[in-house]
T-cell receptor, first 112, second 113 residues
Framework: KAGVTQTPRYLIKTRGQQVTLSCSPI?????VSWYQQTPGQGLQFLFE???????NKGNFPGRFSGRQFSNSRSEMNVSTLELGDSALYLC???????????FGPGTRLTVL | TQLLEQSPQFLSIQEGENLTVYCNSS?????LQWYRQEPGEGPVLLVT?????EVKKLKRLTFQFGDARKDSSLHITAAQPGDTGLYLC?????????????FGEGTQLTVNP
């Protein structure tokens, strides 16, 4: 069974631009969560989607948004990029809410 | 806000030595997961512990969940260079149906041959 896939793997943007990251969960998994990983803050929860609805949201500004499609695939969007948004963005999927989460390889975003 | 304190932050040992990593919190978690992460990759799930006092073994790795479900430990016996990596503990938030993981800062383990 294929694991969680994330595209693109690497991305370079400039301040003020916006970016969309994509995540395909493990087949059959219905819950998708997003996390941001930085050297200073570690792994921080962004949001969780289940049945195309955002169920939980972390402490991030409204520039960070996401959505989930009927096939459980998810996208996250960051608008008006700031230098501090440079990070590894990780997507995790689980069979159901509250079950073990399996991570993808991440998208490395660099904001110049 | 739930916090997980992980210690030690860095650990460098020789092949064959034993080690223990600790994960502590003042909050109760519905479950706790341990991950290992290689540079440039996502965390890989090692184990999930759910019941207070639970002990799980994965070859040379032993995981324990505290009786009160507030702390956990990871013990590695006879460490090997292939065990090198960043070890992360993550608690599942009961209030969010266990969907929101709170991560510790991580333990960077280096096993020297």
């Amino acid at each position: 069974k294929a694991g969680v896939t994330q595209t693109p793997r690497y991305l370079i943007k400039t301040r003020g631009q916006q970016v969309t990251l994509s995540c395909s969960p493990i087949s059959g998994h219905r819950s998708v969560s997003w996390y941001q990983q930085t050297p200073g803050q570690g792994l921080q929860f962004l949001f969780e989607y289940f049945s195309e609805t955002q169920r939980n949201k972390g402490n991030f500004p409204g520039r960070f948004s996401g959505r989930q499609f009927s096939n459980s695939r998810s996208e996250m969007n960051v608008s008006t990029l700031e230098l501090g948004d440079s990070a590894l963005y990780l997507c995790a999927s689980s069979l159901l809410r509250g079950r073990a989460q399996y991570f993808g390889p991440g998208t490395r975003l660099t904001v110049l | 806000t739930q916090l997980l304190e992980q210690s030690p932050q860095f650990l460098s040992i020789q092949e064959g030595e034993n080690l223990t990593v600790y994960c502590n919190s003042s909050s109760v978690f519905s479950s706790l997961q341990w991950y290992r992460q290689e540079p440039g990759e996502g965390p890989v799930l090692l184990v999930t512990v759910v019941t207070g006092g639970e002990v799980k073994k994965l070859k040379r790795l032993t995981f324990q969940f505290g009786d009160a479900r507030k702390d956990s430990s990871l013990h590695i016996t006879a460490a090997q260079p292939g065990d090198t990596g960043l070890y992360l503990c993550a608690g599942a938030d009961k209030e969010t149906s266990g969907s929101r993981l709170t991560f510790g800062e991580g333990t960077q383990l280096t096993v020297n041959p």
